[in-house]
């Protein structure tokens, strides 16, 4: 692997490279874990591509893998919307989004590059806010942005919006659950073209052309999360989106904050069921950079490199007996890796190939912290 660049930088991907991690995060069943647990079992990308097939097949299923031709077009896509795609570990890849379990392996980004080198602090809150929750959205992603911070969204309408449309002078990304190029919703448009016109930018995992779907929403809001160090609901009814982006941030280690509420909008109940449960109270700005400044002190000293990313090939097989060891040991309760080597006495190399197998072909879940569960109902026989 070729050394790393100045002062730490992490050195960039190859065109080779990026076509190669493209076409494997765009197969069939990959998703950002699997990726990366592809790549520092095989070494590269390329490798990882030509094993899949005959990984999944063990498992019992058959994936296709994205053609290059796909993902060249993709890419050319991108380039004439005046985008690039960013890696995981290259300097510009935002080095708090970085160290979460489910980094996008590649982001899409159109605009400056600027604003995911500094502190991010994220504002999410209802899409039917009232004047009063816009009014305070705005105050704070002002007053936030007055600080040197920049203001993280979804680009959605309400809240999101108003913390867009407050913090465009002084730095915004918008984070979107579809491709770069279906902007959502429609009415946002303008905003969307303004925040990259003055510095901003927009982010996504996902390819062009690509139509946000419902189950894209939480995907997106793990970015969202992600990218910041600490994460501000303003309004927020049960079971929205706004509370899957608190619980998505305390998961990756995140500040959560809340505004409070009347008891008597259903708008707040969400944001006074998260103060109750323990998050931070918010009245003004104060109350979330006293908080945030010894997390940024904090911060890993820099993001993950590429060449951290690629690991060294481990040649690895198992017999079938050892598969059968390592599915008997698994149930739906998530479990370490480590406890699945001291239950079957099998070497790690084995037992990550053999997970990436069942991973592959869809019978198991991985969850926080590298626990993996086998998926309900699949056969233990």
Same mark, same amino acid.
């Given at each position: ?11 960039? #991907? ?101 604003? #995911? ?12 806010? !009232? ?17 040197g911070y920049v203001i993280a969204s979804g680009l959605a309408r309400g809240i999101d919006t108003a913390a867009h449309e407050a913090s465009i002078a002084s730095g915004t ?39 946000? @779907? ?13 990218? !910041? ?17 608190? @619980? ?93 080597? @001291?239950?079957?006495? #099998? ?8 997970? #990436? ?6 019978r198991i879940s991985r969850h926080p912290g590298g626990r993996v569960s086998l998926l309900t109902g699949d056969s233990k026989g």
């Amino acid at each position: 692997m070729p050394p790393d660049g100045p002062e730490g930088a992490g050195r960039r #991907l190859d065109d080779r490279e990026r076509l190669a991690w493209l076409r494997l995060i765009r197969s069939d069943g990959i998703g950002p874990i699997t990726f990366r647990e592809l790549l520092e079992h095989f070494g590269s990308a390329a490798a990882a591509i030509d094993a899949v097939p005959d990984l999944a097949a063990r498992g019992g299923r058959r994936l296709r893998i994205c053609p290059a031709e796909a993902a060249v077009a993709e890419i050319d896509g991108l380039e004439s919307l005046g985008a690039r795609l960013i890696g995981l570990g290259e300097a510009d890849y935002p080095s708090w989004l970085a160290h979460i379990d489910s980094a996008p392996p590649l982001i899409a980004l159109r605009g400056s590059a600027a604003p #995911l080198a500094r502190p991010t602090v994220a504002i999410v809150g209802s899409r039917n806010a !009232s004047i009063g929750g816009v009014k305070f959205a705005r105050q704070i992603a002002r007053d936030l942005g007055e600080r040197g911070y920049v203001i993280a969204s979804g680009l959605a309408r309400g809240i999101d919006t108003a913390a867009h449309e407050a913090s465009i002078a002084s730095g915004t990304v918008a984070v979107l659950a579809g491709g770069l190029d279906r902007i959502y919703p429609a009415e946002n448009l303008g905003l969307a073209e303004r925040i990259v016109a003055e510095g901003g930018a927009h982010i996504s995992e996902m390819p062009l052309g690509w139509e946000p @779907r419902a189950r894209d929403f939480p995907r997106r809001n793990r970015i969202v999360s992600g990218l !910041s160090v600490g994460v501000v609901v303003i309004e927020a009814a049960e079971r929205s989106g706004s509370l899957i982006t608190a @619980r998505l941030a305390g998961e990756q280690g995140r500040l959560v904050f809340a505004v409070p509420g009347s008891p008597l909008d259903p708008r707040s109940t969400g944001t006074n069921r998260l103060l109750r449960d323990g998050a931070r109270i918010v009245t003004g700005v104060d109350d979330i950079i006293g908080e945030i400044e010894p997390m940024i002190a904090r911060e890993p000293d820099r993001p993950l490199r590429v060449s951290e990313i690629d690991g060294g090939p481990h040649p690895a097989d198992a017999g079938d007996g050892d598969r059968q060891k390592i599915v008997d040991a698994l149930g739906s309760a998530p479990v370490e890796i480590d406890e699945i080597v @001291r239950y079957t006495g #099998l070497k790690p190399a084995i037992i990550h190939l053999v997970l #990436l197998e069942l991973d592959l072909a869809g019978r198991i879940s991985r969850h926080p912290g590298g626990r993996v569960s086998l998926l309900t109902g699949d056969s233990k026989g």
